[in-house]
């Protein structure tokens, strides 16, 4: 990191910092934050790689040693001051005062996270280092890839592992660091497959080789053609890494002897020299190059991520504000916040049944489909109407013949009159009541989405009044529809005002005026009685077609409404049931008090952002 320039370490801290510190406030539950994701096989020498870069020894061994997503934040401090780490995991932290305990730590927060053996789990694990030995960055390990289960090993163990690696490396914010061993055929490694599928086109994936001093001598130039691009291109490139082995680590080399050691072997292999030189090859130059990486992906990420946290931070609230605010704590405050809820909720029940603006924002369309129900009321009584008239004359004749006394011919028999009418009438009796059921349900429906919206999370409340609704909806119903029944039965009265039967028949009378007549006297008698039926059943059809849609509207929304905020607020009365009648649902409760921490936490990272902004409003980014 000594080539670094000023400039440099003073903008990468910061940037560390703060995706450091928006990790640490729990932002990445809502959002996903800039990070790079460390993912290999089992056995490439991911291990080796994170230890050489932090200075400290990790899990290690045969099978599954990386159990749950490593957080690993490395901070550089000045030579001098004193190494000093920490873990943190669930609402659990505690110092590490040696880096030769960090492994022990480690090893415990694994057995209490995903339990003692070979489980694992998706909860994040931090480990602060800060030392003068490491680089400013962050990596977050990842479980290596297994293909075939061990003793004590689920069966399908392999998918777990690559499920947990796919939740992390499938974020376009995060840069996919795939370590692969020198010996082996890139091409056919698990870790690269699963980037590839991720990232097509390469353009977040960076490519770290190990082992080198393991590759088959004359297959050196296929290595030195993966780190100059050649073979599978990456947009990030790749960088080579030699760490301390198995028996180095047996011999307890330290890792800055291993440091040596490397720059050794890089600069004297006649092969491997020249990537040395170029940048390519080296721990001290991985870091640097992670670092750069880190911190350009940081810079382009922030302006998206401030959007996000705006957008992220309406959606919330605008969900908090749809829970309401929940019943208080205080004895004292109850009552007053039981009455409140049901008063709004009862106003809101008579805005409804008036067709106005709701208070608690629901959108009724209620006035609007009754409107399409009574126009289809309206619809089928002209239909029964246009019936009628296709049939009058056979079944004039018919009752003339049934009903006609000592009348004689082209007088109008009032009793035929009056029986068709009668009959025609009728028919629209179970008509209209069906309508009145229709009408009541779909009330009913909107009257239960508008308890589910203003009492929501109070469910003993909910409960009490969706059974106050269904009363009173059965009441009313039974009122309509006796109603309804007594208006057919006064429908069965042949009566309307003169003027206005008069006014009907001369109409009708005048508009068939200029038609021709070469009927008999028994076929004109006919006509004019059709003439009569027809103007008496527009008449009595526009009574009905007003009246039925009248008394539905008054019974099932008026009446009700107002009957519901009576009983409602008659309910509150015996206090003994207001204990029950506040109790709030759990999930609801639990949900709210989600949604106040995602708000808290959003809030504070907006902060930060702005802060962050305002210190670095002359930044250019780095280049990589």
């Known amino acids: 990191m000594n080539s670094l320039n000023q400039q440099y370490e003073e903008k990468v801290r910061p940037c560390i910092d703060l995706i450091d510190s928006l990790r640490s406030l729990g932002v990445e539950k809502d959002l996903a934050l800039p990070a790079i994701a460390v993912i290999g096989d089992q056995s490439s020498g991911k291990s080796s790689v994170l230890e050489a870069l932090s200075g400290v020894a990790l899990p290690r061994g045969s099978g599954i040693v990386t159990r749950c997503p490593l957080e690993l934040k490395m901070k550089k ?3 001098g001051q004193k190494w000093n780490g920490k873990i943190h995991y669930r609402d659990f932290a505690e110092e590490i ?6 492994e022990q730590n480690i090893c415990q927060a694994q057995d209490k996270m995903a339990g003692v053996g070979v489980g694992i789990s998706d909860e994040l694990i931090s480990l602060e280092i800060a030392s003068p030995n490491v680089p400013d960055l962050t990596l977050i390990d990842l479980p290596g890839i297994t293909r075939v289960a061990v003793k004590g090993q689920p069966a399908n163990i392999g998918e777990q592992i690559k499920k947990l690696i796919w939740k992390f490396i499938g974020k376009q914010e995060t840069i996919n660091l795939v370590v692969v061993p020198c010996n082996v055929d890139i091409a056919t490694t698990e870790a690269l497959k699963m980037a ?13 080789l190990t082992k080198p001093d393991l590759v088959d001598k004359g297959t050196e130039e296929t290595v030195v053609d993966i780190i100059n691009n050649k073979a599978i291109p990456l947009k990030k490139g790749y960088m080579i890494v030699r760490c301390r082995g198995q028996k180095e680590i047996t011999k307890k080399v330290s890792l800055t002897t291993a440091l ?6 890089f600069q004297e292999h006649s092969h491997f020299q020249t990537l040395y030189y170029d940048g390519h090859a080296s721990v001290p130059k991985l870091a640097e190059k992670l670092t750069l990486e880190l911190v350009h992906h940081i810079q382009k990420s922030l302006p998206h991520l401030e959007e996000q946290i705006e957008t992220k931070l309406k959606q919330t609230q605008s969900k908090l504000d749809n829970l309401g605010c929940g019943p208080p704590s205080e004895p004292s405050e109850k009552l007053g916040f ?15 049944s008036k067709g106005e603006d709701l208070r608690c924002g629901y959108k009724s369309k209620i006035f609007s489909v009754l409107r399409q129900r009574f126009a289809s009321w309206n619809l089928l009584i002209e239909d029964s109407g246009t019936t009628f008239s296709w049939n009058i004359e056979k079944e004039v004749a018919q009752y003339d013949r049934k009903y006609r006394g000592k009348e004689l011919p082209g007088f109008i028999n009032y009793k035929t009159f009056e029986a068709m009418v009668q009959e025609q009438v009728k028919q629209l009796e179970e008509p209209a009541v069906l309508k009145l059921k229709e009408v009541s349900e779909l009330a009913k429906k909107e ?41 057919f039965k006064m429908e069965m009265i042949v009566y309307t005002q003169d003027c206005r039967y008069s006014k009907k028949l001369g109409k009708r009378k005048k508009s068939e005026v200029n038609f021709p ?20 059943y527009q008449i009595a059809g526009q009574r009905l077609a007003d009246q039925v849609p009248l008394v539905i509207h008054y019974q099932m929304l ?13 309910m509150l009365q015996d206090k003994k049931k207001m204990e029950s009648l506040l109790q709030e649902d759990h999930t609801i409760k639990e949900n709210r008090v989600h949604l106040h921490n995602c708000i808290k936490r959003l809030s504070k990272a907006r902060m930060l952002l702005s802060e962050f902004s305002m210190s670095m409003y002359d930044f250019t980014p780095m280049q990589v």
């Open 447 to 487: 009257f239960f989405a508008l308890i589910q919206r203003s009492l929501v999370g109070l469910p003993n409340l909910m409960r009490a009044a969706k059974l106050k609704t269904e009363a009173i909806t059965n009441e009313k119903e039974a009122l309509a529809e006796s109603m309804l029944r007594t208006q």
């Open 517 to 536: 007549n070469n009927t008999s006297d028994i076929g004109a008698s006919l006509k004019e009685m059709a003439k009569h039926l027809k103007s008496y």
């Open 97 to 102: 005062q040696e880096p030769a305990n960090v």
């Open 77 to 79: 401090i000045t030579k």
């Open 338 to 352: 039981l009455i409140d809820k049901v008063t709004s909720f009862t106003q809101d029940a008579v805005y409804l």
């Open 196 to 208: 590839q599928e991720v990232d097509p086109e390469g353009e977040r994936t960076l490519g770290i």
């Open 558 to 570: 008026q009446e009700f409404a107002i009957q519901l905020q009576r009983e409602m607020l008659q």
């Open 260 to 265: 040596e050691k490397e720059r050794n072997f």
